[in-house]
């Protein structure tokens, strides 16, 4: 039996009383991602608890701003995120202060900083490009990537770069209340097209957000090609502290989630407590053989116990 198999065993036998393995108790859903200890495999699986909160809204500006003597991004636009009303509906925040949620993404983040600058072996993917999955719609990935990015965002050495992948459901905006605006698949189809045109600057000075763009029935394609390994190559390198969060479409509903995971350093696959079965998580995980650092978030968890423990898992 392979190490994300018992991984995913491990998943399909949690019993419904057990202790859960990080006790939290605000009402928006965390996700903790556990750092291997060293010598162990890349599979990691973690929990969290809590329903799922309201997505939240957030209003665009229609200024563009030339703020930046940067010649590349003298184009790009500028929003603004409404980071009230996100924190209301349970997304993480600086303004939110010291909460439960924002402890949980702080967890989640650490490993995956460390694995993202850490050197790397010849021809490997870069580190600091992470995509964020699930098996099927509906499990959390979107709120898990904009909650990841967020909570990067806070670093004082780091930015991020948010990026919708899930090109043919892009989900990004719309959580955030922001209308669909050109990005990803717009790039890829035009050569004359920098991303500096499409991406979006923000009122977090550490995070911009790059659309999925126009709906395309070659998408696949596109992923796959040439022009998207140049790209994925310029957004990881164009700069040194920059990590990027890639909120990909479902690994069993579309084939674009298996194409992209191809580029990535890091991987987090998000599993809805009590909807997902185990039969998804082995086939969604079985897509993923041979890519390395493969997370997985235990999500919506409603058990509850009086102590925090932590249970780590090696195949």
Not at 136 to 144: Q, S
């Amino acid at each position: 039996m392979s190490i994300i198999e018992k991984a995913a065993n491990r998943i399909g036998k949690q019993p419904a009383a057990a202790a859960p393995l990080a006790h939290v108790r605000s009402e928006a859903p965390p996700a903790v991602v556990q750092e291997p200890a060293a010598g162990s495999p890349d599979v990691a699986v973690a929990e969290a608890v809590r329903p799922a909160p309201a997505q939240a809204p957030a209003t665009a500006l229609s200024n563009p701003d030339p703020a930046t003597p940067e010649q590349l991004r003298r184009t790009t636009r500028m929003i603004e995120l409404d980071l009230a009303r996100m924190n209301e509906a349970g997304l993480v925040t600086a303004a939110g202060g010291r909460t439960n949620l924002v402890e949980d993404f702080r967890i989640i983040k650490r490993p995956l900083i460390k694995r993202a600058f850490t050197p790397r072996k010849a021809n490997a993917n870069p580190g600091n490009l992470i995509m964020i999955t699930s098996s099927l719609p509906g499990e959390g990935k979107t709120f898990t990537s904009i909650n990841l990015a967020m909570s990067i965002a806070m670093e004082l050495d780091h930015t991020v770069l948010l990026v919708d992948a899930d090109v043919a459901r892009p989900s990004v905006l719309r959580t955030l209340g922001l209308p669909a605006q050109r990005g990803l698949m717009d790039i890829l189809l035009d050569d004359h097209l920098d991303m500096s045109e499409v991406m979006l600057r923000t009122n977090v000075n550490t995070l911009s957000i790059l659309p999925a763009g126009t709906s395309n029935p070659r998408a696949t394609e596109l992923l796959a090609s040439q022009a998207m390994k140049s790209l994925v190559h310029e957004i990881a390198n164009r700069y040194p502290d920059r990590i990027v969060i890639f909120d990909s479409p479902p690994l069993l509903l579309t084939s674009e989630a298996h194409v992209l995971a191809s580029h990535m350093g890091q991987i987090v696959v998000v599993v809805e407590s009590e909807k997902t079965t185990q039969h998804a998580v082995k086939e969604a995980l079985h897509q993923l053989e041979g890519c390395s650092n493969v997370n997985l978030v235990y999500n919506k968890s409603r058990e509850m116990n009086s102590s925090s423990k932590y249970d780590y898992h090696y195949g």
